[in-house]
């Protein structure tokens, strides 16, 4: 089938446009990401990278006055259409943010918790799950005699991967991660982006990068975003080595103002 | 060579100033803190020995007492439940549920502007009722009726209040797990939340044990009854009519009134530590 070879698309804007309010937040944005590859997000401060992801699980919905017109695919199925329950999409379209969110519970109980609430984990799965996930965020053996302690015994890059471990629990399709690094120092951060190249293997990952540095280290494709438009996306490589437009060789050179 | 590091004439007058205001402002809170003690400290000695002549009393001072003890303590009660459980879950609705931020603000504008109205509009409100629509209604619920009808806003209020202070992160995280408005606020808002709650459920519980003018109002038309008659009502009555107990009744009533408080206080206060969420 189809869905085995690499290259099938798993989720695929077209002509998306985000308002929020009156004010135009992403123009006419076409995106199509390929299953288990890492999709990369560059742009400036305040230049639709996050509403972007945040249109890829309907975490959008949230934001007060957003409208979003045009249409995002997922496996071939509109996101946006009126059947659809954003809280199906979220548990299939997992997401981590920024800074460490722990839950106000212990780690056990923080990474089980979205497994939990939709019902996907039974009771006495639970221990297997917490062990399972955090063993794929690589940190069981760090934490696994401290699992019913609060997450804040943890440092903030051992609680981002609690934070990512809570998401794997949930076997989600494809993961969003926006600037997960960012709240980091390099050390942890490396153990992420090296944590982002083995999740590809099991599922799709879209990731907002702090820096191009990163984009270059862990995606295999790159998008750029300038004030709500999407740039040009391509292969990492040649996005930073032979990019079609002049305005992604200025920021991939620096020279962007 | 200057040495640059030694301080400067206007350097040392700032420092004089603010000084100067530091321990004007420590000396006014150390006061207040005084004061206060004195006050319960004081009430409570007092009354204490009131509440003994009180209740040695063979005419009907004793019985007065006990039942408007009782009658406090009831009235109080229920008024709690019934504020408690209205005024949180609205507040909870109208804060998190609402996807209208613009609704939300107006709602909260006109019950900011309930929650200061004088209680005793509020016991006009309540007299009309008993007179009206709820004629016939024994003295007691209309009293505690009443007197929810006050905590309601304050509570919702203290509700807001508590759950603004919990941070937007943890709505979004929860959200992003495909977790419900309902279970958000279940899991993550409410245990968060918890203690601003407790705190304004406090000042409810305590406030509805000691008020008076609300309750005086409903009095004027409940005159046949005194199941209405709280301690408060009780002191106010008592001094009214004066008499030789009435003195002695006003400052048992005072002390219980103030043990009460304090010891709502230390309880909640015990209760609020049990809310603390891991985090």
């Known amino acids: 089938m189809a869905e085995i070879t690499p290259a099938t698309t798993v989720l695929e804007a077209s002509h998306m446009t985000v308002h929020y309010g009156s004010q135009l937040a992403l123009r006419d944005i076409n995106l ?61 379209i997992g997401m981590v943010f920024r800074t460490p969110t722990p839950f106000p519970r212990s780690i056990g109980a923080n990474v089980a918790w979205g497994a939990e609430v939709n019902g996907l984990a039974k009771s006495e799965d639970v221990e297997g799950l917490v062990e399972k996930s955090l063993t794929r965020a690589g940190l069981w053996r760090d934490v696994k005699d401290r699992l019913n302690a609060a997450p804040s015994v943890l440092t903030l890059g051992e609680q981002q991967r609690v934070c990512i471990a809570r998401a794997l629990a949930m076997e989600p399709d494809i993961l969003l991660l926006d600037e997960p690094c960012a709240a980091l120092d390099p050390v942890s951060s490396a153990r992420i982006e090296d944590l982002i190249v083995e999740l590809k293997e099991t599922c799709t990952i879209v990731v907002v990068a702090e820096t191009m540095q990163q984009a270059a280290r862990v995606s295999d494709f790159a998008a750029l975003l300038l004030e709500g438009e999407l740039i040009e996306v391509a292969d990492t490589k040649t996005l930073f080595t032979r990019p079609r437009d002049k305005r992604t060789e200025e920021y991939v050179t620096g020279r962007f103002a | 060579m200057t040495d640059v590091l030694v301080s400067s004439p206007v350097r040392g007058r700032r420092r004089l100033l603010g000084n100067i205001i530091l321990t004007a402002c420590g000396t006014v809170g150390g006061l207040t803190l005084l004061a206060l003690l ?20 063979s005419d009907d001072a004793s019985d007065i007492f006990i039942a408007a003890c ?21 507040g909870i609705y109208v804060s998190e549920v609402i996807h209208s931020p613009r609704l939300t603000r107006g709602i909260f504008g006109m019950v900011q502007s309930l929650a200061s109205l004088p209680s005793v509009v509020f016991g006009i409100v309540g007299m009309h009722m008993v007179t009206g629509i709820l004629a016939g209604v024994p003295g007691l619920l209309a009293a505690a009726l009443t007197l929810s009808l006050i905590a309601i806003p304050r509570i919702m209020l203290a509700t807001r209040d508590a759950l603004l202070q919990v941070p937007d992160t943890m709505r979004v995280a929860s959200y992003a797990l495909g977790a419900t408005r309902l279970q958000t606020v279940r899991y993550h808002i409410l245990p968060l939340a918890m203690r601003g709650i407790t705190g304004g459920v406090l000042t409810t519980m305590t406030r509805n044990f000691g008020a008076s003018a609300p309750l005086v109002m409903l009095g004027l038309v409940l005159r046949n009854e005194t199941s209405w008659q709280t301690l408060p009502v009780g002191v106010m009555q008592a001094m009214a009519t004066g008499g030789k107990s009435a003195a002695e009744l006003a400052g048992a009533a005072v002390a219980v009134v103030v043990m009460v408080h304090v010891g709502v206080t230390l309880w909640a206060t015990s209760m609020q530590r049990r809310f603390q969420p891991l985090n």
């Open chain 1, 32 to 92: 199509s990401v390929a299953e288990n590859t890492v999709t990369a997000l560059m742009g400036p401060v305040s230049s639709g990278k996050t509403t972007l992801l945040r249109t890829f699980n309907r975490l959008i919905d949230l934001a007060p006055g957003a409208r979003v017109s045009g249409s995002v695919l997922y496996r071939g199925r509109e996101l946006y259409a009126a059947s659809v329950d954003a809280g199906e999409v979220r548990r299939r």
């Open chain 2, 70 to 90: 009782t009658n406090s303590l009831l009235v109080s009660l229920l008024a709690t439940l019934g504020s408690v459980s209205l005024g949180v879950g609205a």
């Open chain 2, 38 to 57: 004195v006050l319960v400290v004081w009430s409570i000695g007092q009354g204490l020995a009131d509440i003994g002549g009180t209740l040695g009393r």
